[in-house]
């Protein structure tokens, strides 16, 4: 490659920095990452405690079968815009030893009458969390 | 007569008491509250409410706090303990009055039926965070970014107050109602980890161990069980059907923190207690000396968690509308000062402390960054120690900032994650993201007494600025780390003033860690630091690597050919040794940075390696040239020329040059042109090309800076 030619790339690098700058166009360096803010359960019937904790009853039927005994958590995250949304946002977090119900995903499968406390918690690293205690009655 | 000497007497009396107070220095007492933990807050129906043990809180005008223990001269209401429900216990003391809420509670075998006993939320948490994270491929997140390096810690608990193992007790009422119980009466077994095996404690044992409050569930430890490990039993004493819950520990030195107000504890700072004193007061906090603190929550701050005095507050004589609501500068958050021949240790037991909420530091000038930390192990006055520092400790705990990398300047007012002027710093198997900058580590006592601090199995992701700021901070090891997304350089060693002092600069040696933060120089923090020009001469420089034209490579006779740019045209700064300005006469930049993988260096940089400071002498033709440093081999660029003006000039260059450090009188020899170039250099070119980073120096001011070398 001729020197002239390495003069050109120059003068084309440095025209385009101007370019941009000139007519405002946003440059996008990297991903930004947009944190989750808040995590709010959308389940019907869900009831608001004194503690900011939750509180769901859920109907527990007597020798009924699984779907009759699972109750599936929803819930929506705060800001629209966070980098993580829907169903890959958030995991359930709760005790693993407890006999009560068992959990896949987002399902809860009673056992038996009792209660299990969960925890919807943010899988970005911000460490937001909502709180349900579930009362299956 | 008798009149007129009782009213001298009185004067005297009035007098002398005006005047001991004024020499005490404290003024009048302000406010007084019930120190934590010192009387229960539940008491069972029909028993006894103890007061005994009722220690004051005495707040004084000059923000002072004195601890009194109960006496005759205080007023305390009284409890009807057979009264089920919520009391007000009032105590009045110096004229001035405080109450606390007691709950009588009933025996559960009386009147209420357990539905749920389970594991108390903070352990299932804990546990939870022991867990294996998963990456989830379609997001655009690495969710293993979460998971701690090591997860096998015991659970802490601290001996400076009672630690709470409550369960989570869901009851129901004679009316169906269900409810949460605040107190439960339980049976407990207490075993202690002694010859392989846990062997239970009664007795002697158990009390010269632990103090246990079956009622409030509550177990206190002594000093001599700091060291041991314990596994604690707990169920209710009358209920059926339900099974006991386990819980092992390991006790510590150290007070446990249950909410967010506890982390003010960690401030000691003399020159910040009377900005502390109100919102210490309001929480019941007192001024106990400790030597660590044990998280048992994830703990969230707030403006509201914040002493008024570091921000702009409606009404402050500066406050304006640009500036009302937001965080002073220079204003750490939790100051510590840890004498010399102290330690003081935080334990985060895999929770988190989220100061995401915390407001920005106001900045004035426009190319400013905030200067405020929300841990400082920085002594006892606001800026710098007046005494060497002892040693601090951070173990397990995750942390999440108020900054975070990002296109927009607003970030430079976030918070710094943890300035340390210790003597020795140790951070182990933390995770830390989304500060201005994560690591701020000083010397600034005395640089002659070298300090070391050492970041072992932790975790850094997306800063604004660099993530580790190095300022005379002699020795940092960063071993077994992973640090992702800064915004700049992800580690900044500076050495300052070294026309003054030659020891205060800063070493790093990163081992078997994975430091990544691919930039294109255009970012904020570039923009700010006025460094985009910097970048794109580096990235300039790049094209005597891989176009074919200008270097020997496209003849086929070196293999590997790597270039500093990624296919993003980005470039990995890992590391830059500055000085903190520019350097006059016979003043010489000190800095060394070493990286280490499976026990083989594949890294040095080292301003005092007698051939670097050799080359940095040369000015050929007067002008600055950088120079490439890979696997020990240098080399430069032949520089023909400049284009563009003021910051947008870069250089036009016509191949590269190898260094020949044996020939001191014309050590550059173009590489292209050269007529001797032979097998030994070739080989030394082939070995650059082998290498795994490239560090780079510019004879034209001191620095030299580490780069990722990619395949090109």
Known sequence: MKKSVIVLIGIIYIAAIVFVGFFGMKVTAYDEMIYITNIECTNEGIRENADGTKTLRFNYVDGGDVLENTLTLTYKVYPDNSTLKGADAATLVYDENTTVATVDGLHITFLKKGVLTVQIKSKDGSNITETIRIIAY | MKKLLYTFSLMFVMVFASITLSACGKGNPKSIAI????????????????????????????????????????????????????????IKYLGLSTSVKINVVAREEDVYTILGFETPLFYTTYKNNLKPVEDNPTTDFDETEEEFVVRTNTYKIGDDNAFQFLPIITMINQNGEDFIATAYTSKVKVEMWQNSEYVELTGEDLTNK?????????????????????????????????????????????WNAYTTADLSRIDNNTATASVWAELKAENNIGNEQINGIVLHNNMQITKDDIPKGYLFNQGDAD???????????????????????????????????????????????????????????????DYAPSTQQGVANIDSLKIIGNARRQENLDARGGMMGIITKAKEFNLENSNIRAFLTIIDALNSVNPDIPNVNTYKNSKMFDTFSCMFYLWSARDNNIINCVLKGSGGPIIIATHVNPEKNKDSYSNVKIVDSEISAPVTGTEAWFAYNKATAIATLIKSFNKAFVDDST??????????????????????????????????????LFGKVEIVENDKTIDILNMQNPIIKAILTLKPEAKALPFFESNGVLMTVNITGMTGEGESQIPTF???????????????????????????????????????????????????????FYNA
């Not at chain 2, 082998?690 to 034209?700: I, K, S, T, V």
């Open chain 2, 654 to 708: 016509d191949g590269l040059m190898y260094v020949d450090p044996t020939d001191t009188e014309n050590p550059l020899k173009p590489l292209k042109y050269y007529d001797g170039f032979n097998d030994e250099a070739k080989q030394n070119v082939q070995k650059f090309f082998n290498g795994e980073c490239l560090n780079l120096f510019y004879n034209g001011n001191a620095l030299g800076a580490v780069l990722k």
């Open chain 2, 319 to 381: 406050t304006n509308s640009n500036n009302i609501n937001t965080l002073r500068d220079w204003k750490s958050l939790y100051t510590r000062d840890i004498k010399e021949y102290e330690t003081f240790s935080i334990y985060g037991n895999y929770f988190t402390i989220n100061a995401s909420q915390v407001p920005l530091v106001y900045l004035e000038e426009e190319n400013a960054s905030s200067h405020s930390a929300l841990i400082s192990f920085g002594g006892d006055n």
């Open chain 2, 210 to 254: 632990v103090a246990v409050d079956n009622l409030n569930s509550t177990f206190d430890f002594t000093e001599q069980a700091i060291g041991n490990k314990f596994r604690i039993q707990v169920e209710p004493m009358f209920a059926e059907d339900v099974s006991p819950l386990t819980f092992e520990c390991e006790v510590v030195d150290g």
């Open chain 2, 35 to 90: 120190k934590e933990n010192s009387i229960s807050t539940n008491v069972l129906v029909n028993e006894e409410f103890d007061t005994s043990n009722l220690v004051l809180l005495v707040k004084y005008e000059n923000g002072s706090i004195e601890e009194i223990a109960k006496n005759d001269e205080m007023e305390i209401s009284s409890i009807s303990t057979n009264v089920i429900g919520t009391q007000t216990l009032t």
């Open chain 2, 551 to 588: 270097t020997l490579f496209n003849k086929g006779e070196i293999e590997n050919v790597k270039s500093f740019m990624n296919n993003d045209e980005k470039i990995e700064f890992l590391c830059g040794v500055f000085a903190n300005n520019p350097l006059t006469n016979s003043a010489e």
